[in-house]
């Protein structure tokens, strides 16, 4: 069965300091996607990344990385000097191959970032 | 740039009542899904939708749910009677291919009182 874990609930950060969210999943297919996306207080879902099963590569993009490890069936997200404006609750989400076939989200991990 | 909308934002019933949200998808998009946010948990898969057939829904998505296209721009969320329990954010998402991200509408808050 698929199945997304982000163990950590809440974080809290001052400014600038470093932060990292944890997501592990679990598949049996040997093809699928992996995602991040931001819920700001807001309430949209606005997607940050993707990656599927065969590239490990790791990713930046700003202050944002991205570790993708298939040994350990993680997906961490880093941001980098974080800002007031990450806070949010940022959702790992995982995806089957197959058009259709829906993201299962992990429970998220709210992330507050003050000044 | 291309967005998915979603309409109301916002709305409140009366338990027992019929409600449909709308979406309109992205428009050269082939996989569309609507989705469950009760507050302050996490996002919940109901149905996706392709080739005008519903392809998987989950255990949520009982006889009080369906699901329309009916113009091949709208796509549409009905529940039948809602009941308390149906309060959350409704989130509607296509996607153009295989693999591609989902992009996600605003979602609308539905309120049973």
């Known amino acids: 069965a698929q199945k997304v874990t982000q163990a950590q609930t809440e974080i809290s950060v001052v400014e600038k300091e470093d932060v990292t969210l944890d997501c592990v999943y679990e598949?049996?297919?040997?093809?699928?996607?992996l995602f991040w996306y931001k819920q700001p207080p807001s309430g949209e879902l606005v997607f940050l990344i993707r990656?599927?099963?065969?590239?490990?590569q790791n990713e930046i993009s700003g202050r944002y990385s991205w570790n993708f490890q298939k040994s350990t069936s993680s997906f961490n997200f880093t941001i980098t000097a974080s800002q007031v404006v990450d806070s949010a609750v940022y959702f790992c989400?995982?995806?089957?191959?197959?058009?259709?076939?829906?993201?299962?989200f992990g429970a998220g991990t709210r992330l507050a970032v003050h000044p | 740039e291309p967005e998915v909308t979603q309409t109301p934002s916002h709305q409140v019933t009366q338990m027992g009542q019929e409600v449909i949200l709308r979406c309109v998808p992205i428009?050269?998009?082939?996989?569309f899904y609507w989705y469950r946010q009760i507050l302050g948990q996490k996002v919940e898969f109901l149905v996706s939708?392709?080739?005008?057939?519903?392809?998987?829904k989950s255990e949520i998505f009982d006889d009080q749910f369906s699901v329309e296209r009916p113009d091949g721009s709208n796509f549409t969320l009905k529940i039948r009677s809602t009941k308390l329990e149906d309060s959350a954010m409704y989130f509607c998402?296509?996607?153009?291919?295989?693999?591609?991200?989902?992009?996600f509408g605003q979602g609308t808050r539905l309120t049973v009182v």
């Open positions: 939708f392709y080739n005008n057939e519903i392809s998987e």
């Open positions: 989400a995982l995806s089957e191959t197959g058009g259709y076939n829906k993201l299962i």
């Open positions: 428009s050269n998009h082939l996989y």
């Open positions: 998402a296509s996607r153009g291919r295989d693999g591609a991200e989902a992009f």
């Open positions: 598949t049996r297919d040997t093809t699928y996607y």
């Open positions: 990656r599927n099963s065969f590239d490990e």
